[in-house]
C-alpha cells in the first residue's frame, strides 16, 4: 500500500523533445509528492514538489500534472535538452517516510 | 554549509564484518533517512528518524540497525554483513517529511 510505481524504467527523447514520466500510488494518506534527479556518482537532488490538493505546478520547463481522483502524478520536460540526460525518480511522502518510485533513465540524443 | 556529508566513499567488506557508515548534516533538520540505490529498484528505504531520540523501520530494515543520539548525526550500522548488502546507500535529511529532502554524495559499499 506504500508502493509507488514509475514508468517507463528508461526513455529515449530526441533535443526538443517531450519527456514524459509517469508515476502511481494506492495510499492517499500520501500527501506530498516530489521528483528528484540524478546525474551519475552523485546523490538525488530535488527538481520539483507538488501537494494533492494542486492539479498543475509548472517551473520552468518542468511540469507535474498531478491526478488526485486516479491516484497518479506525472514529469513532463518541455523542449528536453541533452543536459536533461539523467535518472528521474517520483516519490511520495507519508508521517515522514519519502517512498520513492523505481526509477526512469532518460537519454536525451542531441 | 557542508549539508550532508556521509563517509567513507568507497568501502570493501568481507561476508561476516561490521561497519558503520557515518551521516551528518548542518542544516538543523528535524528528519534524517537512509536509502539503498540497486539496479532497477529504485532508492529504498531502510531507516528514518523524525527527530533526535526517535528512529523508525522503512521498507527494508532487516540487517541494518540506526541511533540518533544528537540531531546531526544519524550512523548505520551493518552488524554482520552480507553480499546481498553490496549497494549504494545514501543519507538524506530534511526539516520536515514534506519538504525538500538533502542527500548525501553516496556510500558505495560492497561485501565479498
Known amino acids: 500500500q506504500q508502493q509507488v510505481k514509475q514508468s517507463p524504467q528508461s526513455l529515449i527523447v530526441q533535443k526538443g523533445g517531450i519527456s514524459i514520466i509517469n508515476c502511481a500510488y494506492e495510499?492517499?494518506?500520501?500527501?506530498?509528492f516530489p521528483w528528484y534527479q540524478q546525474f551519475p556518482g552523485k546523490g538525488p537532488a530535488l527538481l520539483i514538489a507538488i501537494r494533492p490538493d494542486v492539479s498543475e505546478k509548472k517551473e520552468g520547463r518542468f511540469t507535474i500534472s498531478f491526478n488526485k481522483s486516479a491516484k497518479q502524478f506525472s514529469l513532463h520536460i518541455m523542449d528536453s535538452q541533452p543536459g536533461d540526460s539523467a535518472t528521474y525518480f517520483c516519490a511520495a511522502s507519508i508521517w515522514g517516510k519519502l517512498i520513492f518510485g523505481q526509477g526512469t533513465e532518460l537519454s536525451v540524443k542531441p | 554549509n557542508a549539508g550532508v556529508t556521509q563517509t567513507p566513499k568507497f568501502q570493501v567488506l568481507k561476508t561476516g564484518q561490521s561497519m558503520t557508515l557515518q551521516c551528518a548534516q548542518d542544516?538543523?533538520?528535524?528528519?534524517m533517512s537512509w536509502y539503498r540505490q540497486d539496479p532497477g529498484m529504485g532508492l529504498r528505504l531502510i531507516h528514518y528518524s523524525v527527530g533526535a531520540g526517535i528512529t523508525d523501520q522503512g521498507e527494508v530494515p532487516n540487517g541494518y540497525n540506526v541511533s540518533r543520539s544528537t540531531t546531526e548525526d544519524f550512523p548505520l550500522r551493518l552488524l554482520s554483513a552480507a553480499p546481498s548488502q553490496t549497494s549504494v546507500y545514501f543519507c538524506?535529511?530534511?526539516?520536515?517529511?514534506?519538504?525538500?529532502?538533502?542527500f548525501g554524495q553516496g556510500t558505495r559499499l560492497t561485501v565479498v
Open positions: 538524506a535529511s530534511s526539516r520536515d517529511g514534506g519538504t525538500e529532502a538533502f
Open positions: 495510499n492517499t494518506a500520501f500527501d506530498y
Open positions: 542544516m538543523n533538520h528535524e528528519y
